[in-house]
């Protein structure tokens, strides 16, 4: 069932149930349910919205906020098609984590997904095996 919220002038059309974060123009939803990576951006496309693409420490430290605490949460970034060439899920941006806290491990041709991680009170972006069902987070643009 599709619902709108209005805050100021920005309308986010969203799905219910959508616990809406607004930030820098979008709408951001961590989901119920626990999917692989590719289920997860299938599910988010199916509810009108995309895999989130965090792409600032900003971004990523108000997002953190609302996460569960030691568990990875998948987020649009992979490096699946080259390895070590970490893109975003749609149009096939390169990915700058420059000021962005990153850990991408040793194992790194089994962890071709990105999720955020948040430990200890930090919030960073870390690389993952795609096959794990993780909860994901989904993002829509604002309508004006
Ligand atoms: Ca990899």
């Not at 709108?4 to 920005?10: K, R, W």
């Not at 998948?74 to 390169?94: F, H, K, L, M």
């Not at 690389?127 to 993002?139: A, F, G, R, S």
């Amino acid at each position: 069932m599709c619902v709108t919220l209005t805050t100021g002038t920005n309308t986010c059309v969203i799905i219910e149930p959508w616990c809406p974060t607004y930030i820098g123009g979008r709408c951001y939803r961590l989901s119920e349910d626990r999917a692989t990576w590719e289920e997860a951006k299938l599910n988010c496309e199916a509810n009108s919205s995309t895999l989130a693409r965090i792409d600032s420490a900003d971004l990523l430290m108000t997002l953190s906020n609302g996460l569960p605490k030691d568990i990875g949460v998948y987020i649009g970034g992979s490096d699946r098609v080259t390895e070590g060439q970490w893109v975003w899920a749609y149009g096939n941006v390169p990915i700058n984590f420059t000021g962005i806290p990153h850990f991408l491990n040793i194992y790194r041709e089994h962890q071709d997904c990105l999720m955020i991680k948040f430990a200890n009170n930090t919030a960073t972006l870390q690389d993952t095996p795609c096959v794990n069902d993780k909860l994901y987070i989904c993002q829509s643009s604002l309508v004006n």
